[in-house]
């Protein structure tokens, strides 16, 4: 189970240096984008760098990745078994999170990075990443209803643990199009952190603006988010725009409005568009993003859907269904390290859809064989828009899937 708390990471990581300083990234959507973003512009300008994010897609060492590639097997094996033993002799109770956590410090300490940019697990204030040492800048993107059950019921209540990555004297980025109320609480608690907030402003931004014509609103937002952070590091390399705007425009953030084949197992040529989407802000964003590109068509979208248990599942389907659209309902299958993640019952996940005022043309019920989904979506759809969403474990599916069909 998820507990909270930094007793049990600060015990693990006593004896770790923590010689680079950390960018540490917290809020509710954009976090693993606004990474992405920054180690683009590190490697841009030939900075060595760590980055540490989750979900995992495929498996737990996908999370750590030096410079531009994702941590050997091997490197991850040997300090992952040496913090195991670290807390089995200590007898200190780490939960799978907090394992992993010291794990990747411990790598980016052997690596001699200059930076690490961090994401932030679960909240903010009790986050195991939250034992950084050494943070230069921290970052809040977006903020929205989720993890209440951990976080507080209200969106100022989560906004509030989210504030808890600041620190005296450091700066903190924040997205300014969050809600004035948001906004309230960050500059409540910056002020008695001691910390300064800048907010970041897509329109008044100057790589942002460059991108306007190529990026989503929502990914202008995070890359602005993502750019104020660096400046605020690497001053001397804020001026470097064009190599900058070169670096962004190339980065691809797995799971994220992502355009994949899925030929390989369903012989359907057309790609699909892929999003890990997950809460009704993020679905948000996924439905002005298929309405723009896919419903213009004019055809109707044929969906491949999950959801994690404890989802706010009908604000989602509000936001993303149309009338004529399609649907296969899936459980993802297990999620490795983490079981106590669960997925809505998809016949339950059908009738949430059926209530949600919208005029379904076809309904699938996939139970958990997602190749049976994908093929009936594929089939149903012929050769119209197909979107997998509802999920960052069923997008985590579909990658494994492809890469067992690869060779």
């Keep these: 189970m998820v507990n909270l708390g930094l007793a049990r990471i600060s015990a693990l990581l006593k004896q770790t240096p923590q010689t680079w300083k950390a960018i540490h990234?917290?809020?509710?959507?954009?976090?693993?984008?606004?990474?992405?973003?920054l180690n683009a512009m590190l490697r841009a300008n030939q900075i060595p760098c760590g980055r540490f994010t989750s979900p995992h897609l495929v498996e737990?060492?996908?999370?750590?990745?030096?410079?531009?590639?994702?941590?050997?097997?091997?490197?991850?094996?040997?300090?992952?078994?040496?913090?195991?033993?670290?807390?089995?002799?200590q007898q200190i109770g780490a939960s799978e999170f907090e394992l992993l956590t010291a794990t990747a410090f411990e790598i980016f300490e052997s690596?001699?990075?200059?930076?690490?940019?961090?994401?932030?697990?679960?909240?903010?204030?009790?986050?195991?990443?939250?034992?950084?040492?050494?943070?230069?800048v921290t970052i809040i993107s977006k903020i929205g209803l989720d993890h209440q059950s951990f976080l507080g019921n209200t969106i100022e209540e989560i906004a509030s643990q989210k504030a808890g990555i600041m620190r005296k004297s450091i700066p903190c980025v924040v997205d300014s199009s969050n809600s004035n109320s948001v906004l309230d609480v960050l500059r409540k608690h910056a002020e008695e952190a001691g910390s300064s907030?800048?907010?970041?402003?897509?329109?008044?931004?100057?790589?942002?603006?460059?991108?306007?014509?190529?990026?989503?609103?929502?990914?202008?937002?995070?890359?602005?988010?993502?750019?104020?952070?660096?400046?605020l590091a690497l001053p001397q390399y804020a001026s470097s725009i064009d190599s900058l705007v070169s670096a962004?425009?190339?980065?691809?953030?797995?799971?994220r409005l992502q355009w994949v084949?899925?030929?390989?197992?369903?012989?359907r040529k057309e790609n699909v568009l892929l999003d890990g989407a997950h809460n009704p802000q993020s679905a948000e964003a996924l439905s002005g993003f298929v309405q723009k590109h896919l419903r213009s068509q004019g055809k109707p979208v044929t969906w491949v859907l999950a959801a994690t248990r404890g989802k706010d599942v009908s604000e989602m389907l509000k936001l993303i269904l149309r009338d004529g659209d399609s649907?296969?309902?899936v459980e993802f299958g297990p999620v490795d390290q983490m079981p106590w993640v669960q997925p809505t019952n998809s016949t339950d996940l059908l009738n949430t859809a059926s209530k949600c005022g919208v005029a379904i043309s076809s309904k699938f019920d996939a139970s958990t064989n997602i190749r049976s989904a994908l093929d009936w979506a594929s089939q149903t759809t012929n050769e119209g828009?197909?979107?997998?969403?509802?999920?960052?474990?069923?997008?985590?599916?579909?990658?494994?899937?492809?890469?067992?069909?690869?060779?």
């Excluded at 690490?116 to 050494?134: F, M, P, R, S, W």
């Design 111 to 136: 690596e001699n990075i200059e930076f690490g940019i961090i994401e932030v697990g679960l909240g903010g204030t009790l986050d195991a990443t939250n034992a950084l040492k050494h943070k230069c």
């Design 248 to 255: 962004v425009r190339n980065v691809v953030w797995p799971g």
């Design 385 to 407: 828009p197909l979107v997998i969403a509802g999920s960052l474990y069923l997008v985590s599916e579909i990658f494994k899937l492809l890469r067992a069909n690869e060779y």
């Design 25 to 37: 990234v917290a809020g509710t959507n954009g976090k693993g984008s606004i990474c992405a973003y």
């Design 261 to 267: 084949s899925i030929e390989k197992i369903t012989h």
């Design 327 to 329: 649907i296969a309902a």
């Design 197 to 231: 907030i800048i907010f970041a402003d897509a329109e008044s931004n100057d790589l942002s603006s460059k991108l306007q014509d190529t990026l989503e609103p929502h990914q202008r937002q995070n890359l602005a988010c993502a750019y104020g952070a660096f400046r």
């Design 60 to 89: 737990p060492r996908d999370c750590i990745s030096i410079n531009d590639s994702i941590v050997s097997e091997s490197k991850f094996r040997h300090f992952e078994d040496m913090v195991k033993r670290r807390n089995e002799e």
